[in-house]
């Protein structure tokens, strides 16, 4: 770690985790597309709002570009951080939070991964209809940032059972 906007960032939020190591970079600097060389900063990854909002006033002064990254499974360069940019990866972010049952909601954090927000809904009886083969690695937060539809969506269970699916077309 020899730039110093590192050490300054470790300064501006002493509790957040940050990776440099080289594999790392590598690994949180692209996407699925695979078409550009990732070459990012430094890979920060936040466990609160109060640390997100840490490293972006810390961006904000630095003039550092910020590459959000969650699942990092989209395929048009969104995640792809090429340019000494940070990459601020929510993954450590992916919680339930909250379920209010008057109005049928449920709350999560942006890097909970789409096939958990499946479960946590289920476990309330509601359903998340969008559905991908990457569900057990793409975020939620990347669905909605990127608009993300998918290609079907589940099917709603019956009170009858798990096991036995009502089929809407």
Sequence with gaps: MTDSRIASLQQACPGLKLKTDPADLE????DWTRRWTPAPLAIALPATVEEVQ???RWSAAEGVPVVPSG???GLSGGAVAANGELVLSLERMNKALAYD?????LVVQAGMPLEAVHNAALDHGLI???DFAARGSCS????IATN???IRRRAARTQQGPDQELQRR
């Design 27 to 30: 690994h949180y600097g692209r």
């Design 54 to 56: 840490a490293v972006m």
């Design 71 to 73: 699942g990092r499974t």
């Design 101 to 105: 049952a008057g109005d049928r909601t």
């Design 128 to 130: 998340y209809p969008v």
């Design 140 to 143: 939620i937060g990347g669905n």
């Design 148 to 150: 993300a539809g998918g």
